[in-house]
């Protein structure tokens, strides 16, 4: 096995447990109105957030402590820039779900080698759904293998998304019309196109690679593709984590959407 392009056995098997120990401590706080606080600019953290965080890091940097670390509830060290493999962590994706008492929130881990992802695991213990995936050994579903099929075509598609995605001038042409629904998690969005559930999804805001990483390898193991808006592959542990949007679908779909959708510099869209 290549070093540069897999996951060893033994971090795989730390990250599928680490995840799953951060999902059950985060049970812990759920419905118990957990300390709250805002991040300026950044939206609202609770004390859950921070110790599923610190759980995280204890297991994955304590098993594995050459490996980098970046993560939305850590201060970013850029002596990640020079690490080959790199955790790719967000504790609580959701948050707002989360102190709202939703069931949409997600434990997310994922693992960078030179820029790529080659594990990672989603994991919303509110709901007992666990994906997770192996570059080249596909994605599961609570041990189930996932494997989404056909698509239907842009018009009748199933869209998760914020509302405003579908507002017209963002679009060249007709907008879809097909379904639409929203979960807080953009990794639990991803992960329910890759079940079947959902045909797409879409954002259209700015993201961070922590927000993807994860759910990324369960979508494309599961025969899927994700890219930012505009269509260009996501680099992982770059020095900027910024990601301007993000589609989520499988092909022909895909391609589709990232073609009809207006170009971010137009209007300031």
Not at 143 to 156: H, K, M, Q, T
Not at 232 to 248: C, F, L, M, Q
């Amino acid at each position: 096995m290549s070093p540069v392009t897999d996951a060893t056995a033994s971090e795989i098997d730390t990250l599928r447990e680490a995840v799953a120990e951060a999902g059950a401590l985060v049970m812990r706080y759920f419905g118990q109105d957990p300390e709250t606080w805002d991040k300026p600019g950044e939206g609202p953290v609770s004390e859950a957030d921070l110790a599923a965080n610190d759980l995280l890091r204890a297991r994955l940097c304590g098993a594995f402590p050459h490996h980098g670390w970046l993560s939305e509830e850590s201060a970013d060290d850029e002596a990640r820039l020079s690490c080959e493999r790199v955790w790719i962590v967000d504790p609580i994706d959701g948050t707002r779900a989360f102190i709202d008492g939703q069931k949409e929130f997600t434990v997310c881990a994922a693992l960078a080698v030179r820029g790529m992802i080659v594990a990672g695991a989603v994991l919303n213990p509110a709901k007992d759904e666990y994906f997770f995936a192996v570059r080249g050994k596909g994605a599961t579903r609570n041990g189930i293998r996932l494997d989404a099929g056909p698509v239907p075509s842009f018009g009748d598609a199933g869209i998760l998304s914020r509302r405003s995605v579908l507002d017209a001038a963002k679009w060249q042409g007709a907008a879809p019309t097909g379904r639409h629904g929203y979960v807080n998690s953009i990794a639990y969005r991803v992960c329910k196109v890759a079940t079947d559930r959902w045909d797409a999804a879409i954002a259209l805001n700015t993201l961070s690679e922590w927000d993807l990483a994860a759910a990324q390898i369960v979508l494309e193991e599961a025969g899927g593709r994700m890219t930012d808006r505009a269509g260009g592959s996501i680099r992982y542990n770059s020095p900027d984590t910024h990601v301007r949007g993000v589609v989520a679908a499988m092909e022909p779909l895909h391609g589709d959407i990232v073609s009809r959708l207006v170009p971010a510099e137009t209007k300031g869209l």
